[in-house]
């Protein structure tokens, strides 16, 4: 079963291949989401101080009944956090309002701040402060593993001149219509683990013929097989839900897509817009200048 599947990253650290998102899902609802997920056999659980339910989330980790260890629990620096001082404030901040002690995974959510989202300031020196707090909190036992978000590789490059630990994920847009290959390539030579956040493209793969045709072809529904795609990339999968039957559903995922219909699902036309969510830096498809 996909639930009990895992990837190793760089530092032998041992994450699942699938897990729960908890964007847009509220903080009073958080707590309750996890407890579900994790009866159903999920491990991994990602947030971010930005979604504003980090407490929700450790609160549903303390109390879902799992020993914490067994529990791989990510969140992520906010974007707007480019010192040293504020990240490495912001990380002992999310673990007291997370009532936890250690994360499992740590990120950069964004190279830049939401307001500048791939434009012309890269904020290449800041980030390199912002990567110097997480190793430090990394080697004080604080967190597990670090590693960014929205990276490309000229960001990645930036870092890895003089970075003492190289990032060991880079949590990324990834789904069928939408695979940057050469960066995932890029990721995969230097041993950074990538993982797919959206792998349904905020729903709007649902929608899409194509998608589904393939879909029936497999028996299986459309989110099941974009869940799927993502993860035959060698990427880890992050669906968000706090719906019980979709999460069971998104765990439902042992088949295989043949490397044929792979190739035709990485070479579909784009998704040209995400509906209400084209609002969102990482939707809107704004060029690199």
């Not at 097989?225 to 069971?248: E, F, S």
Request: one cysteine or more; a negative charge; proline letters at 4%.
């Amino acid at each position: 079963m996909i639930l009990q599947e895992s990837y190793r990253l760089a530092n032998g650290v041992s994450i699942p291949k699938l897990g729960l998102g908890t964007w847009f899902i509220d903080d009073d609802k958080a707590a309750q989401a996890v407890r579900t997920a994790v009866a159903q056999g999920y491990r991994l659980i990602d947030t971010a101080q930005a979604y504003g339910n980090e407490r929700g989330v450790g609160e549903g980790v303390r109390t879902c009944g799992v020993p914490r260890e067994e529990i791989f629990v990510t969140s992520k620096v906010a974007a707007e956090a480019k010192t040293y001082e504020s990240t490495a404030r912001s990380i002992n901040e999310t673990l007291t309002k997370m009532g936890l002690e250690y994360l499992d995974l740590m990120i950069i959510h964004s190279p830049q701040p939401w307001a500048e989202f791939r434009e012309d300031k890269r904020y290449f020196e800041e980030n390199k402060a912002v990567w110097r707090a997480l190793e430090d909190a990394y080697a004080a036992g604080k967190l597990r593993a670090i590693g960014v978000s929205n990276f490309l590789q000229d960001d990645l490059d930036n870092l890895l001149k003089d970075c003492r630990i190289v990032p060991m994920v880079n949590q990324i847009l990834l789904h069928i219509t939408n695979t940057d290959r050469a960066l995932l390539q890029y990721c995969q030579d230097k041993n950074i683990l990538v993982e797919a956040y959206s792998p349904i493209a905020h729903g709007e793969a649902l929608k899409n013929p194509a998608i589904a045709g393939m879909a029936r072809k497999y028996g299986v529904t459309p989110a099941q097989l974009c869940i799927r795609y993502v993860v035959q990339l060698g990427t880890v999968a992050l669906p968000k839900t706090a719906n019980p039957a979709h999460m069971k559903a998104n765990a439902e995922v042992d088949f295989a897509i043949s490397q044929e219909d792979m190739q035709m699902l990485q070479s579909m036309e784009k998704i040209q817009s995400y509906g209400d969510f084209d609002v969102f830096p990482v939707f809107s498809d704004k060029p690199l200048q």
